[in-house]
């Protein structure tokens, strides 16, 4: 056991701090740590920043823009980002889309899509759930149907999250509706501005349009945009899901956002030169999700300090559920240090209360999607109890 | 003791449920009303002031119903049901509630009667920036010349502050703590920035600059104790209204659980969901419960003195606390056990979620009522809830 970073390591972990910290655009990082929402040209300006480094997929084959990392190492880049309040590159294309390509694609569509995959001058959406297609994401209808050298895809997705910023789709389409739900799956990219797509918003609980219904009337899709084989989509489904469970607990972001609570805690009066940090109930808050943090953070170092594979170690289930919940509670702690001025939400700038009350009841509500998407916590529970305790 | 509403009062219940369905039996109108200024529907307003609804808690002869706590809460509770956006807490409970609490008789009868006529809607600006759910002002200072009084400072959130016919401002008067004003809209000096609340409510940011204004009552006299009695009621009557909301946002999630469909089967199939909303059902009658007790003690309160405010306000905390808790566990996990189809707008539950969130921090939420609670721990030895 040994609890140092090696010296390269601590090197690294410097070079990281010091590359988010001067080289990514200030007005960006302020966003982020105004926990506002972040402009379609703030996010490729962003991912672009880190792609001319070198550093936005450093997870890819190396062939493909990848570092040939140590897990040790991603997970230190991860953090370092967003301990700077550097958004993590568009994990539709870095995370999701692009691993699938570089794992399952065919030369040519290496070539033609992994460059501008990583430097997000294609923004993909995911296009996976349906209306009755949730967690049991399998029973999926949309359906592409072979004519000529091209699939005709009918059906709708939903939930896609800036669909609306999207110029391609990857989505699963059912190919064989004769066989076991799983098996007539396969995995297709379209591209949005296809005739036939159509894009229609959502507006969620806290006011915003982050995700839309994505519709297929005869959409015709040239046959080679199938990404691998025919009917074999949900084995590279599972493949991007097990990726996407390991980036959705932004562990270093909470910890962030809970040190900024601190600040702001600091911020509201409560008396003669008190402030709510002096409080005792507030103060034992935030010390249980310190500590909360801490074990979580712990966990997650575990985990990669051990993964030499790279295949995920099976407690990422508990970084995704305990990740998730950890950063609903900072989100709901910030909601009631904001206290009053949390009804704010929709003031102007002429508000006489603090920005970071007035987003804190926005934040809280739409967090509450962090429980239910990437596997919902539920579907976490059952991977922990089935695949480890073997119930 | 009896828990149960007797016939009049489920009489009235029944009659503001039905009143209520006509604007808001369909979600999608409400959705539709709050998308809209000002924010709710006026016919209704104006169909609850009608029904004697406006006036419930004031005095028949300024023009009211003469009716009690209990009754407030049953119209809240229907209220909350529907998530009713119309301003009867902001208006009738609280800036109501502080004119009849303090007005002179010629007030109450001019306020009061154009409010349970609906020919006016009140709001009561009180909290400050800085402040957190106290009875005093500090920020908004009176000033008395020889042409009267002027108000001078900022006042924000202030529910329904931008619509309102008239406002009940509290303010700091120098040497003689809280005292209680109103303003009319046409003042001079007064600006009013309304805008949307997360959940579809309205407030405003409220600025006085020199702004005339009548003293509520007798002028010099400290009102903290009268704004504190008052808050005390409102925390009573959304404590109510929460009620309404959060077996309705049960409600709504044990229909769905029965109808989603996923792995071929009913989302109720799965235990680990059932046990959940089972636990969401101990939630609610144990805030029921607590909500129900509370309102009595408020209605058995007559003499307006300090024993019988502390018990008013210690029942109140132990409410407010109570729902608090509730309603976040509640509306937490009616949008977890929906999953993605309760992050929209366009679904009901997920309103129901954010109309408990915003109800939570009006008037203090389970952390502000638990400090004040555990302040007073070492006062008493069992707690006994009966007279
Ligand atoms: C904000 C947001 C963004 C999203 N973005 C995308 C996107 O970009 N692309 C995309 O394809 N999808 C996206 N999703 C969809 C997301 O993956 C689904 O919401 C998720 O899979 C859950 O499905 P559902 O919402 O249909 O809930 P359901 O599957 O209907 O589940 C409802 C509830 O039942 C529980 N449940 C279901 N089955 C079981 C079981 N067997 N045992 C116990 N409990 C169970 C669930 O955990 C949940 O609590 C997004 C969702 C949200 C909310």
Redesign the interface.
């Known amino acids: 056991m040994q609890l140092e970073l090696s010296a390269e390591d601590a090197a690294f972990r410097d070079e990281m701090r010091a590359f988010f910290t001067t080289e990514v655009p200030e007005d960006i990082r302020d966003a982020v740590a105004g926990r506002r929402e972040l402009t379609k040209e703030q996010v490729v300006r962003s991912q672009r920043t880190l792609n001319a480094a070198g550093i936005a997929v450093p997870h890819w084959p190396v062939e493909w823009g990848g570092r040939d990392w140590s897990a040790l190492r991603r997970h230190i880049w991860h953090e370092e980002m967003q301990r700077a309040c550097v958004p993590p590159p568009l994990a539709f294309n870095a995370s999701m889309v692009g691993p699938v390509i570089a794992t399952f694609g065919n030369r040519e569509q290496k070539e033609r899509f992994l460059a501008k995959t990583a430097n997000l001058d294609i923004w993909w959406s995911q296009g996976f759930?349906e209306p009755?297609a949730?967690?049991?994401l399998a029973?999926l209808r949309t359906t592409a149907v072979r004519d000529g050298d091209h699939y005709v895809i009918n059906g709708q997705k939903?939930?896609t999250t800036l669909g609306q910023h999207g110029d391609w789709i990857f989505c699963l389409v059912r190919t064989d509706p004769t066989v076991k739900k799983q098996a007539g799956i396969s995995f297709l990219l379209v591209d949005m501005t296809s005739p036939g797509v159509t894009v229609r918003p959502?507006?969620?609980?806290?006011?915003g349009h982050e995700?839309n219904e994505v519709w297929f009337s005869d959409v015709r899709v040239p046959a080679e945009n199938l990404v691998g084989e025919e009917n074999k989509g949900w084995d590279y489904a599972k493949f991007l899901l097990g990726n996407e469970r390991v980036g959705v607990a932004p562990v270093g972001a909470t910890k962030r956002v809970l040190a900024q609570a601190k600040e702001w805690a600091r911020s509201?009066?409560?008396g003669e030169g008190t402030t709510l940090l002096d409080?005792p109930?507030?103060a034992a808050?935030v010390a249980e999700l310190e500590n909360q943090l801490l074990a979580l953070e712990l966990t997650a170092l575990r985990v990669v300090a051990n993964s030499a594979d790279g295949k995920p170690h099976p407690a990422s289930s508990v970084l995704k559920l305990r990740g998730t919940e950890l950063q609903?509670a900072v989100s709901?702690l910030v909601?009631?240090l904001?206290?009053?001025?949390?009804?704010?939400?929709?003031?102007?700038d002429?508000?006489?209360?603090a920005d970071w009350a007035r987003r804190s009841?926005?934040v809280?509500?739409n967090l509450?999607?962090a429980?239910?998407?990437g596997g919902?916590?539920?579907v976490q529970?059952q991977i922990i109890a089935r695949t480890i305790l073997g119930l | 003791m009896d828990f149960t509403h007797d016939d009049e009062q489920q009489a009235l219940g029944e009659a503001v449920r039905g009143l209520l369905a006509r604007s808001y039996a369909d979600f999608e109108n409400r959705r539709r009303t709050v998308a809209d200024e000002p924010g709710f529907d006026e016919k209704t307003w104006a169909r609850l002031a009608e029904m004697g609804v406006l006036g419930l808690p004031f005095a028949e002869e300024y023009g009211g119903m003469g009716a009690g706590p209990v009754e407030v809460g049953v119209v809240a509770q229907e209220l909350g049901r529907v998530l009713a956006p119309e301003p009867f807490l902001a208006s009738v409970v609280l800036a109501g509630g502080v004119v009849a609490a303090a007005g002179t008789a010629q007030q109450k009868a001019a306020v009061l009667g154009d409010l349970a006529s609906g020919a006016s809607v009140l709001a009561f600006a009180h909290?400050e920036?800085?402040?957190?759910?106290v009875p005093s002002a500090a920020g908004v200072t009176a000033a008395e010349s020889a042409d009267g009084w002027t108000l001078s400072g900022?006042k924000?959130?202030v529910?329904h502050g931008a619509r309102a016919d008239l406002l009940v401002v509290s303010a700091a008067v120098p040497g003689s703590g809280t005292g209680l004003f109103l303003v009319s809209p046409g003042a001079t000096g007064l600006a009013r920035?309304g805008?949307?609340?997360?959940d579809g409510?309205r407030?405003a940011?409220v600025a006085f600059d020199a702004t005339p204004a009548v003293p509520l009552g007798e002028a010099g006299t400290d009102r903290t104790s009268t704004v504190a009695g008052v808050l005390d009621g409102a925390r009573i009557a959304a404590c109510n209204e929460a009620l309404g909301a959060m077996e309705v946002a049960l409600s709504t999630t044990s229909g769905y659980l029965k109808t989603r469909?996923?792995?071929?089967v009913p989302l109720s199939t799965?235990q680990?969901?059932t046990f959940r909303a089972a636990d969401m059902y101990v939630s609610l009658e144990m805030a029921r419960s607590v909500t129900l007790w509370a309102t009595m003690v408020l209605a058995a309160a007559s003499d307006g003195g300090p024993d019988e405010n502390r018990e008013v306000a210690d029942a109140a905390s132990r409410a407010a606390l109570q729902v608090s808790r509730a309603g976040?566990h509640i509306g937490?996990e009616a949008?977890?056990l929906h999953?993605?189809i309760?992050?929209?707008?366009?679904y009901s539950v997920?309103?129901y979620?954010?109309h408990l969130?915003?109800l939570d921090?009006?008037l203090g939420?389970g952390?502000?009522h638990?400090?004040r609670l555990?302040a007073a721990v070492g006062g008493h030895g069992e707690v006994d809830p009966l007279p």
């Open positions: 759930s009755d949730g967690s049991d029973s939903t939930w959502i507006e969620l609980i806290d006011g995700v509201v009066p409560t409080d109930l507030t808050r609903q709901e909601l009631d904001a206290g009053p001025d949390s009804l704010a939400s929709g003031a102007g002429s508000s006489a209360l009841a926005p809280y509500l509450r999607k429980s239910i998407y919902s916590n539920e529970r | 909290a920036p800085g402040a957190r759910w900022v924000e959130p529910p920035d805008y949307r609340t997360f409510g407030a940011r469909k996923q792995f071929g799965f680990s969901l976040r937490q949008v977890q999953g993605g309760a992050m929209t707008a366009e997920g309103s979620t954010s969130t915003a921090h009006l939420d952390g502000f638990l400090a555990a």
